[in-house]
């Protein structure tokens, strides 16, 4: 069975472009969800999926970030402008239960994007 | 939000030696969990705890659920190459619906 997938592994832009993120979850597993993880600190939740569905996008930064999945396969986050606090790694994960936190995430390895 | 606070940031050990990390919170978790973390890869868990007072072992790994639900730690014995990444501590409540609070990690280096 193929992991989550995201591409690009690496993304070096300047202040103000904009950088699009995609995740591909495990066939199969309806939830999916983001996380952002800024040098040295915590992972932080962003946002969750149930499908195409936002179940909760309480932890979005700020209307800078878009998340979309269209027809509840793979999806995009969007950085539009992207600035210099927006580097980090942009970890995606899928879970087949609703309650997923409650078992364990898989984990895709993950987009380092680099603001200068 | 909640917040989990886990120590040590960082550990240098050799080879062989026994090493242990733990997490705390201000707040109640159902659920601890911990993931470890490869270098260029995303996180994989290792052990999930269910119960106050709860001791799983994996292998080499041990944790617990503390028995206020407020805390966790995590061992790890006798120690070998592989074992080096970062450990997070993370925590689930089921009031946050599906999503897990994690703790800012620890950095395992092991010298031969």
């Known amino acids: 069975e193929a992991g989550v997938t995201q591409f690009p592994s690496h993304s070096v832009i300047e202040k103000g472009q904009t950088v699009t993120l995609r995740c591909d979850p495990i066939s199969g597993h309806d939830n999916l969800y983001w996380y952002r993880r800024v040098m040295g600190k915590e992972i932080k939740f962003l946002l969750h999926?149930?499908?195409?569905?936002?179940?909760?996008e309480s932890g979005m930064p700020n209307n800078r970030f878009l998340a979309e999945r269209t027809g509840g396969t793979y999806s995009t986050l969007k950085v539009q402008p992207a600035e210099l606090e927006d580097s980090g790694v942009y970890f995606c994960?899928?879970?087949?239960?609703?309650?997923?936190?409650?078992?364990?995430?898989?984990f895709g390895s993950g987009t380092r994007l680099t603001v200068v | 939000g909640q917040q989990l606070n886990q120590s040590p940031q960082s550990m240098f050990i050799q080879e062989g030696e026994d090493v242990s990390m733990n997490c705390t919170s201000s707040s109640i978790f159902n659920t601890w969990l911990w993931y470890k973390q490869d270098p260029g890869e995303g996180p994989v868990l290792l052990i999930a705890?269910?119960?106050?007072?709860e001791l799983t072992s994996n292998g080499r790994l041990t944790a617990q659920f503390g028995i206020t639900r407020k805390d966790s730690f995590l061992n790890i014995s006798a120690s070998i190459p592989s074992d080096v990444g970062i450990y997070f501590c993370a925590g689930y409540d089921t009031g946050t619906a599906s999503k897990l609070t994690f703790g800012t990690g620890t950095r395992l280096q092991v010298t031969l």
């Open positions: 994960a899928s879970s087949q239960e609703q309650l997923g936190g409650l078992y364990g995430y898989t």
């Open positions: 705890l269910y119960k106050a007072g």
């Open positions: 999926f149930v499908k195409e569905s936002k179940q909760d």
